[in-house]
T-cell receptor
């Protein structure tokens, strides 16, 4: 079965500093890859997704992610974080089998803490 | 356009009681999903409706959980009887069509606490 690993449970970054959140997946084929964010008291919001093509994808709120097939990774980055970026971030994969969509498999999430 | 809405947002019930969670997907979305996040664990897939039919219910934990989607519009998820380990956040999501990689939109979740 596929799995998603987010090795960092918590990350603390100073406001204005750069950010990278790690995500690795385990699956034989290339899955569809997603990053979601959950701000306090809010639902899950899609930041970006990768299906095919350019391995560097741009998302909302200034986020980007790079798919690296050789490393089975899909790390999320932002060049300069803002206090409003404090939230929990989830990496997810979707495996397409039988021509249709299956459910998402999520990582455990990474809490991002922004310090002044 | 309204997003995915869930009700109630928070619920506290006693062990053995029944709770029914409701989800209204985005209008026109045939696909509706339920996910759950138990404290400290991953968000887990529960089941997937295509219109009123259950496409995949492989993630439902046991027969205390019953999901319905009458008429292919809103969906309910009933937990009866509730156990302590059912506490967590229940997310509903919807998407427009049944194609891989289609964007799935999530609601804000229903936070369930069983005491």
């Amino acid at each position: 079965a596929q799995s998603v690993t987010q090795p960092d449970i918590h990350i603390t970054v100073s406001e204005g500093a750069s950010l990278e959140l790690r995500c690795n997946y385990s699956y034989g084929a290339t899955p569809y890859l997603f990053w979601y964010v959950q701000s306090p008291g809010q639902g899950l919001q899609l930041l970006l997704k990768y299906f095919s093509g350019d391995t560097l994808v741009q998302g909302i709120k200034g986020f980007e992610a790079e798919f690296k097939r050789s490393q089975s990774s899909f790390n999320l980055r932002k060049p300069s974080v803002h206090w409003s970026d404090a939230a929990e971030y989830f990496c997810a994969v979707e495996i397409a089998e039988g021509g249709g969509a299956d459910g998402l498999t999520f990582g455990k999430g990474t809490h991002l803490i922004i310090q002044p | 356009e309204a997003g995915v809405t869930q009700f109630p947002s928070h619920s506290v019930i006693e062990k053995g009681q029944t709770v029914t969670l409701r989800c209204d997907p985005i209008s026109g979305h045939d696909n509706l999903y339920w996910y759950r996040r138990v404290m400290g664990k991953e968000i887990k897939f529960l089941l997937h409706f295509v219109k009123e039919s259950k496409q995949d219910e492989s993630g439902m934990p046991n027969n205390r959980f019953l999901a319905e989607r009458t008429g292919g519009t809103y969906s309910t998820l009933k937990v009866q009887p509730a156990e302590l380990e059912d506490s967590g956040v229940y997310f509903c999501a919807s998407s427009q069509d049944f194609s891989s990689g289609n964007t799935i939109y999530f609601g804000e979740g229903s936070w369930l606490t069983v005491v």
